[in-house]
């Protein structure tokens, strides 16, 4: 069975910064594009970042010099350093990943979200 355990989400206040972790399992899976997506109340899920397996990154406009997004495939696990938080990067932050499972067919598969909530 597929998991997706997140953690290092908080309260911070504007400036500081977090650094979530995704571990993904079981082990023997390997993974195409593993990245970090958030939905904030009311609105609708959206991509943060994400990355290749040989680790190119991608990221939203809204985040591009703040955050950075890192992966160590030998443990399954995506990493999501955000950095000069604002207010408007509260959310609950989403890990994802995606893998093969049938000819020309990918699954992503999500983890259950961790709050990240930052004061002015």
């Known amino acids: 069975q597929v998991r997706l355990v997140e953690s290092g989400g908080g309260l911070v206040q504007s400036g500081e910064s977090l650094r979530l972790s995704c571990l993904a399992s079981?082990?023997?899976?390997?993974?195409?594009?593993m990245g970090w997506w958030r939905q904030a109340p009311g609105k609708e899920r959206e991509l943060v970042a994400d990355s290749t397996s040989d680790g190119s990154p991608n990221y939203a406009d809204s985040v591009k010099g703040r955050f950075t997004i890192s992966r160590d495939n030998a443990k399954n696990a995506v990493y999501l350093q955000m950095n000069n938080l604002k207010p408007e990067d509260t959310a609950v932050y989403y890990c994802?990943?995606?893998?093969?499972?049938?000819?020309?067919?990918?699954?992503?598969?999500w983890g259950q979200g961790t709050q990240v909530t930052v004061s002015s």
């Open positions: 079981p082990s023997a899976y390997s993974w195409n594009v």
């Open positions: 994802s990943a995606s893998r093969p499972t049938g000819t020309m067919q990918t699954t992503r598969y």
